[in-house]
């Protein structure tokens, strides 16, 4: 007669409940670094967005006058690119498996 054994051990039961413990949270460090550089973009992004407002010269109220600068390259192109692309970088690190 052949005698059955069971497939685990009491040492083999302890080593599983410490991955299946350790495997339990989803994101990895790997994650964490793409939502801190996701982060880094929309922040980026919002600093370059400031500056003076339109009526405004020389840091005082000016309502006769018209600041040009609001149309800046800086301030309608690059700055709201820097947010997108930190938003999709930061749905990028959520979603990324270990």
Do not use: H, Q
Not at 29 to 39: A, P, Q, S, T, Y
Not at 67 to 77: A, G, L, W
Not at 82 to 87: A, D, H, P, W
């Amino acid at each position: 007669m052949s005698k059955k054994t069971n497939k685990f051990s009491a040492s083999d039961y302890g080593n599983e409940t410490k991955v299946s413990e350790e495997s339990n949270f989803y994101f990895g460090k790997e994650n964490f670094k793409w939502m801190l550089i996701g982060l880094a973009c929309i922040i980026v992004g919002f600093l370059l967005m400031m500056g003076p407002d339109a009526n405004t010269v020389d840091g005082k109220l000016d309502p006769n006058v018209w600041n040009d600068d609001i149309f800046s390259i800086r301030r309608i192109r690059i700055a709201p690119l820097l947010v997108v692309m930190g938003f999709v970088i930061e749905v990028y690190a959520i979603l990324k498996r270990k």
